[in-house]
T-cell receptor, first 112, second 114 residues
Framework: DGGITQSPKYLFRKEGQNVTLSCEQN?????MYWYRQDPGQGLRLIYY???????QKGDIAEGYSVSREKKESFPLTVTSAQKNPTAFYLC???????????FGPGTRLTVT | AQSVTQPDIHITVSEGASLELRCNYS??????LFWYVQSPGQGLQLLLK??????LVQGIKGFEAEFKRSQSSFNLRKPSVHWSDAAEYFC????????????FGSGTRLLVRP
């Protein structure tokens, strides 16, 4: 059963702590993306990776970091430098033949 | 810069009525266009996509969308809405830079009256 998994579904952290969100895909896609969603807004790109061991900043990369050591995995770390980290985070992947992206179920992060 | 506008924040329709959700984009060339649906607290599901060719595209769950270059629009339609269609709908355009990222509109929340 192919798809994208994100864990955990809900995450609570105190200010000043780093937190890592997991994203795994078994679609054999090279490209993976992290988006942030805030209420009443569309999705905004944080980071993306077109291939293993390579990644690029998106539109709102400040306060975030990523790694891409395996094709299947693209974890996102929300650092203490991110000023407003509370949001819904969505991971997506894209195949080689088209521009459409397939999304995971998301992780809701709450920082207090 | 590419952008997407969804002018309606909320739309309410009665079950069984027809639906049209508006989407306008800004881009000079023929864009890659998408409609996604999101249920509360869930990820996004692809409804349909337009790359080229026939300007009327069919998607899943009985949805269709029409690309109109002259109006820079890609409106989503459904002839008869079901209560299960209540969700948030996002229009997106594919970036033509090397990221291939999606640029999203701010979404339209659909409410369905019984």
């Amino acid at each position: 059963d192919g798809g994208i998994t994100q864990s955990p579904k809900y995450l609570f952290r105190k200010e000043g702590q780093n937190v890592t969100l997991s994203c795994e895909q078994n679609l054999n896609h090279d490209a993976m993306y992290w988006y942030r969603q805030d209420p009443g807004q569309g999705l905004r790109l944080i980071y993306y990776s077109q291939i293993v061991n390579d990644f690029q900043k998106g539109d709102i990369a400040e306060g975030y970091s990523v790694s891409r050591e395996k094709k299947e995995s693209f974890p996102l770390t929300v650092t203490s430098a991110q000023k407003n980290p509370t949001a819904f985070y969505l991971c997506a992947s894209r195949g080689d033949r088209g521009h459409e992206q397939y999304f995971g179920p998301g992780t809701r992060l709450t920082v207090t | 810069a590419q952008s997407v506008t969804q002018p309606d924040i909320h739309i309410t329709v009665s079950e069984g009525a027809s639906l049209e959700l508006r989407c306008n984009y800004s881009y000079g060339a023929t864009p890659y266009l998408f409609w996604y649906v999101q249920s509360p607290g869930q990820g996004l599901q692809l409804l349909l996509k337009y790359f080229s060719g026939d300007t009327l595209v069919q998607g899943i769950k009985g949805f269709e969308a029409e690309f109109k270059r002259s109006q820079s629009s890609f409106n989503l339609r459904k002839p008869s809405v079901h209560w299960s269609d209540a969700a948030e709908y996002f229009c997106a355009v594919g970036s033509m830079d090397s990221s291939y990222k999606l640029i999203f509109g701010s979404g339209t929340r659909l409410l369905v009256r019984p």
